[in-house]
C-alpha cells in the first residue's frame, strides 16, 4: 500500500499532466491554510496519520487534505461531515 502511495508520488512528480499535487501544496501554503473557504481564523486539526502523510481538515469547513510535507505534496480528500455537524449543533 505505501509502495503504491510512493509510485503515485513519483509519477505526480515525472507525469506533467495530470493533478498537480505539487501545485495544490503551494496553494495552501499561500494562503496559509484551506483553500475552500475564507473564513479566520484558518486552522486545520489533524486526523490519521499514515507513513509519511497526514490528513488534516479545516477547522472552519471541514475540507480535508492529504498532506505529505517532506515532498511539498497535496491531496484534496474528503469534508468531516461530522465535524461539521457536530460544530453547527453547538
Ligand atoms: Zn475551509
Known amino acids: 500500500?505505501?509502495?503504491?502511495?510512493?509510485?503515485?508520488?513519483?509519477?505526480?512528480?515525472?507525469s506533467p499532466e495530470p493533478v498537480d499535487h505539487e501545485k495544490l501544496w503551494n496553494q495552501l501554503v499561500k494562503?496559509?491554510?484551506?483553500?475552500?473557504?475564507?473564513?479566520?481564523?484558518?486552522?486545520?486539526?489533524?486526523g490519521p496519520t499514515g507513513g509519511m502523510s497526514v490528513n488534516v481538515f479545516c477547522t472552519q469547513?471541514?475540507?480535508?487534505?492529504?498532506?505529505?510535507?517532506i515532498i511539498h505534496w497535496a491531496e484534496l480528500i474528503h469534508k468531516d461531515e461530522r465535524y461539521i455537524e457536530a460544530k453547527q449543533s453547538k
Open 1 to 14: 500500500m505505501l509502495i503504491t502511495k510512493l509510485w503515485e508520488m513519483l509519477r505526480s512528480k515525472i
Open 61 to 69: 469547513c471541514g475540507q480535508g487534505y492529504n498532506l505529505s510535507p
Open 31 to 46: 494562503a496559509r491554510g484551506c483553500i475552500k473557504c475564507n473564513k479566520e481564523p484558518k486552522g486545520f486539526y489533524e
